[in-house]
């Protein structure tokens, strides 16, 4: 039988004030893998991630980490477990990099041992991994938005917990960042057998680092998968109103999303199209 994965939502509803997002939803995110929740914007996704992470109290039903409401564990037991990178992290003013990273050892920490050589070596590892070495000592406020999210994910990775939550991590990066900071999510799965939830908008990179992929529309699950299982033509069309071609990714053989023809294109062929 197999044994109940350590986080998971159960009947979980959602809400901002009287409008509910998320309506008695119920996941339970497998264990040492890597699921990405995809959806159209305002779908719940980054609300279900929140929520996962304690950051969002439910209006109802519970999430559940090692079988236990996630609400009534202490802050500090949480936070050894998950880690989480929200969606607009904001920096303390002035705060250097290292500094920074640094914070994401807190929870590790004790008023009779402020920091360790695990601490240490847990941030210089991190800085390293996010290639922001470099700037170690510049103050946050001053980096660029693709500087800046490294750096927060090199705080998220310093706090080495078990279970890591990134929302939307490919924010200001441009493509060559995305592609090293999803493989590096990769990395921290295969090699240390992490369990990573990440929010994530580009459908082809869900599909391409996912071994679980969830599908949200109208705050409830649609699909849930391996990706070359649940992403067909109808699934797209259904979640996301866009009509498309999906082919095996040349590279991976993940499932690629080729979007069908746009309205300009078909102008251009109409010889009665306004010019």
Not at 81 to 89: D, K
Not at 153 to 181: F, N
């Amino acid at each position: 039988m197999t044994a109940p994965a350590r986080l998971a939502a159960s009947g979980l509803t959602l809400a901002y004030d009287d409008r509910t997002v998320v309506d008695r939803l119920d996941l339970a995110v497998p264990d040492g893998r890597v699921t990405v929740l995809v959806g159209p914007n305002a779908c719940g996704k980054s609300t279900t991630l929140r929520a996962l992470g304690r950051l969002l109290k439910p209006r109802s039903g519970s999430v559940l980490l090692d079988g236990r409401s996630l609400a009534e564990l202490p802050t500090r037991q949480v936070a050894r477990q998950i880690g989480l990178l929200p969606q607009t992290p904001v920096a303390p003013e002035a705060i250097t990099v290292a500094d920074l990273v640094a914070r994401g050892r807190q929870p590790h920490q004790r008023w009779w041992q402020q920091w360790s050589d695990a601490d240490e070596r847990a941030v210089t590892e991190a800085i390293a991994r996010t290639d922001v070495t470099a700037l170690a000592e510049r103050p946050v406020d001053e980096l660029s938005g693709g500087q800046r999210q490294r750096v927060w994910i090199a705080m998220a990775l310093a706090q080495d917990t078990g279970l890591l939550l990134l929302d939307e991590p490919t924010t200001y990066l441009d493509i060559s960042h995305q592609v090293e900071v999803l493989d590096l999510v990769r990395r921290l799965n295969h090699d240390r057998g992490r369990t990573v939830v990440l929010v994530l908008h580009d459908l082809n990179q869900a599909a391409r680092y996912a071994d679980h992929l969830v599908a949200m529309q109208h705050g409830e699950v649609v699909a849930e998968g391996p990706p070359a299982e649940i992403v067909t033509e109808d699934l797209v069309r259904r979640v996301f109103g866009l009509a498309c071609v999906v082919v095996p990714d040349p590279v991976t053989g993940s499932p690629l999303v080729v979007p069908g023809a746009p309205w300009s294109a078909d102008a251009r062929t109409d010889p009665g199209a306004p010019s």
